[in-house]
């Protein structure tokens, strides 16, 4: 499958307006969407930001980073060979675009021809033993060669054995930190080798960003997201393959699981995804007889938007812009438990507009937390 040539596409004054508007503080994926349906623009909506933020209850004005930041940031990916793809245009991955709150934007080093090839994901430990690195290396040798591509996450161990395994046939590795610091730094060698043959590295983070503990969980969402299925090959009970799994198996996509000795600790999680009912595999084929009856279909690009700054969202003009009583309701019905916009809805009896509204607000205000599913909750120090 090839990526559609008839795909909008970002105009550069477009551009640079969502990425200023993706790296502002407290502006995450769903926001963003939200922003930009509202006000018909990146560039519309941060004129408004510093109101909403402070309707929203923000204790300090919203920083916005500067034109010259962004011609920065935008100089930084020339220099490296990286460009910025936003959702709609044809480099986008096409499952991470139906995935819930995609990252609008995302860094892209390589060749995005990549992304058209069926993707399935490996993941596993960190420190892999022999045994699961060999496994890794022949099950993403073995899917490469019957036209799959295979993405993980640059970790030593297993991920980086999976990469070694589909050089040759196409890899992505998406990345916790910005794609000039990939980490760990002695796979920077790793890098190059993917992007000079016909692989990608992606991210969503700044260049310069330098990859935090909380970082690998967005990244592990992006692996999972863009993929039909992930595999898990050695993981301990808690570990961040787990993570991916468990956001795999929220979004869909099928899980799979490698088994391993019962006296091997590394193996403890992987079989547990077993046990709760994960694909056990031995061996390529029996991904791909999962796989195959989904590939026919679901891969393919979704219709493209008209234009793509349209998120295709719920509109926000059928309601009256909210007042301060309704914020206290919606703020009076949240708490520390998430819980469904659509039960807020019920619960605060306001209409659907004036909720994402007002949700959008205690967003830039740095007040909510957004969970799978649609669900929000209040920030810890709002309680």
Known sequence: MSTAKSAPRLSD?????????????????????????KFGSAEA??????????????????????????????EAARKHGARFVGIGEADYPPLLKRME?????????GEAAVFSLPPIAIVGARNASLAGVRMARMLAAELGERGYGVVSGLARGIDTAAHDGSLATGTVAALAGGLDLPYPPENGELVDRIVSGSGAVVSEMP?????????????????????????????????????????????????????????????AGSNSLLKDGAILVTEASDVIEAIAPLTGSTIQIPPK????????????????PPVQNDRERVVEALGPSPVGIDELIRHTRLQPAQVSAILLELDLAGRLERHSGGRVALLPGDL
């Not at 963003?32 to 349906?37: A, E, K």
């Open 45 to 74: 909506a941060l004129e408004i930001l510093p109101e909403l933020a402070i309707a929203g209850g923000a204790g300090r004005n919203i920083r916005i980073p500067s034109t010259g930041e962004i011609e920065a940031e935008l």
């Open 207 to 267: 260049f310069g960003w330098e990859p935090r503990a909380k970082d690998f969980p967005r990244r592990n969402r992006i692996i999972a997201g863009m993929s039909l299925g992930l595999i898990v090959v050695e993981a301990a009970k808690r570990s961040g393959s787990l993570i991916s799994a468990r956001l795999a198996g929220e979004m869909g996509r099928l899980v799979f699981a490698v088994p391993g000795s019962p006296l091997d600790p590394r193996a």
């Open 101 to 109: 709150h995609p990252p609008p934007l995302l860094a892209v080093k």
């Open 305 to 320: 938007m008209h234009d793509p700054a349209d998120i295709d969202i719920s509109d926000f003009s059928s309601a009256e």
């Open 13 to 37: 004054r477009q551009r640079f307006s969502w990425l200023r508007l993706i790296r502002t503080p407290n502006v995450g994926p769903a926001s963003f969407r939200d922003l930009v349906n």
